[in-house]
């Protein structure tokens, strides 16, 4: 009987302890970027916002490749089995001279015991004529399509793209948010790893054949920049 | 006194602590069964008025999702102008510091992304929402779906608000052959609130906007509107220029 007063008593304290803690960690944050991973020429900040248990992050990155290239790697449907993804399919393509985008669906194996998630996004690019950028904005739409199976479908995602266009490559800005349905600890401590890593896998695999001269949709049906 | 303490932490002890275990034990099995449960498919929740209520719960998830139809007597354009929002608009939907961050408008497409702001009761944040909206006509039948999605990305942070990040509603509007359009609406939205309250209250919060609507989109605001990207029901498909008009 008094073990487990004391495993009643000790539970209790580590679900209050627990419960402070999430409370303190959601509510904190500076809504500032700051720096945490600075190599390769691969800048990563991060940025926590009171209200929220996830973190933002934030890469700048010089690619030496062509403008096109850039954005066929990041709107052409088959990229992703580059990166892992697969049951690759194009729901919806509207494609104009001033315009792009397109709804995508694909699968993703999570490091176990995590398992698979479903992504069903809005992939978007357009050039700012004022100032010569191209923007991809890419966001979760989960209810584009009706669920089939009991793979969880990712809701949160938001991840903005901006391409500059400069003498020997292009200056790159990603501002990412997600939410896979991992533990937010974890999620939080791994995604700066992550990230730099699928950045260094994009600068290697636009090396490839299949990335040199390559022409994406929007650039294809108007002039070239 | 010390003896007091003592009897203060038994009677702790042998009442509080086994409540407290026992609700979370509880509470934690109402959560996963609630979460786990649900049949993928819409059920109907309420017809009055002529507007029709669904929800649908989807295993893994927690909150529902809220599905309405209508049929209104009113031109396409007038319902798209009204569920695509605009500045001239923003007031008749209760938001503040409506802004647009982008939008551009053809007559093949429409893009728009937009912010705004909704008070929350107390203890609940002000909640922000930036959105992207886009549609483009399917200029055989004229039907129109207007997509939105969560960007809370798209801008920086604001202060003392809190960003909606599961956001993904799709409006239908769809012309019927007796000259009516099928109004239908379903939404897929975390307001941050608790989710049996949201699940609760999403519902009748859908039919009173449905009912709000059908009486609005008949006013002269909307009635006049005129936009490039949308084509009514027995028009003949406009031939495409080079001219696009767009702003951004």
């Known amino acids: 009987m008094k073990l487990l007063k004391r495993v009643c008593l000790s539970l209790g304290a580590v679900l209050i302890a627990l419960f402070g803690a999430h409370l303190a960690w959601t509510n904190s944050g500076s809504n500032e970027w700051k720096l945490v991973s600075d190599q390769d020429g691969i800048k990563i900040s991060a940025l926590k916002s009171p209200g929220y248990s996830l ?3 934030k890469v700048n990155v010089r690619f030496d490749s062509e403008l096109p290239e850039v954005l066929f790697m990041l709107t052409d449907l088959d990229t992703g089995k580059d990166f892992g993804a697969f049951d690759i399919k194009r729901i919806e393509e509207i494609s104009t001279p001033s315009l792009f985008y397109a709804y995508d669906t694909y699968k993703l194996t999570l490091p176990k015991p995590f398992g698979q998630v479903e992504v069903v996004l809005l992939n978007q690019c357009y050039e700012d004529t004022k100032t010569n950028q191209y923007h991809i904005n890419i966001y ?3 209810n584009r399509i009706p669920r089939e199976g009991d793979i969880p479908r990712v809701v949160h995602l938001s991840n903005n793209w901006t391409l500059t266009p400069v003498t020997d490559g292009v200056d790159v800005e990603s501002v990412s948010e997600m939410d896979l349905g991992l533990p937010y600890v974890l999620a939080n401590l791994a995604m700066p790893e992550v990230i730099g ?4 896998a994009m600068r ?4 490839t054949d299949r990335y040199k001269n390559a022409k994406p949709v929007l650039l294809s049906s108007s002039q070239a920049p | 006194m010390k003896a007091l303490f003592a009897k203060i932490g038994r009677g702790i002890c042998k009442a509080f602590v086994p409540t407290v275990v026992t609700l979370t034990v509880a509470l934690t099995t109402a959560h996963f069964s609630w979460k786990y449960s649900g049949s993928n498919e819409w059920e109907l929740k309420k017809d009055e008025n002529g507007v029709k209520v669904y929800t649908l719960k989807t295993p893994g998830s927690t909150l529902l999702k809220v599905k309405a139809d209508m049929q209104v007597a009113t031109s396409l354009t007038s319902a798209v102008f009204l569920l695509r929002g605009d500045e001239s608009t923003s007031d008749d939907f209760g938001g503040k510091d409506f802004t647009v961050v982008e939008r551009i408008e053809t007559p093949q497409l429409f893009m728009a992304c937009y912010s705004a702001k909704h008070p ?3 203890p609940f944040r002000t909640k922000e929402m930036v959105v992207m909206l886009n549609y483009a006509q399917d200029k055989a039948t004229k039907k129109v779906e207007i997509n939105v999605q969560a960007a809370p990305g798209r801008t920086p942070p604001s202060p003392n608000t809190s960003r909606v990040t599961h956001l993904n509603n799709i409006f239908r509007l769809t012309p019927l052959a007796n000259g009516l ?3 239908e609406i379903t939404l897929d939205v975390d307001m941050g609130l608790l989710y049996p309250l949201a699940n609760l209250s999403m519902p009748e919060y859908l039919f009173n906007d449905l009912s709000y609507h059908k009486k609005l989109v008949l006013t002269e605001k909307y009635q006049k509107a005129r936009l490039i990207s949308v084509e ?5 498909p406009q031939a495409l220029t080079s001219s696009l008009q767009e702003s951004l």
Not at chain 2, 232 to 236: A, C, Q
């Open chain 2, 181 to 183: 359009i099928d109004w």
């Open chain 1, 55 to 57: 973190m933002k992050y």
């Open chain 1, 197 to 200: 890593s699928q950045i260094k």
């Open chain 2, 120 to 122: 929350m009761p107390p």
């Open chain 2, 232 to 236: 009514e029901p027995g028009s003949p």
């Open chain 1, 140 to 142: 979760a739409a989960p």
């Open chain 1, 204 to 207: 290697e695999v636009m090396k």
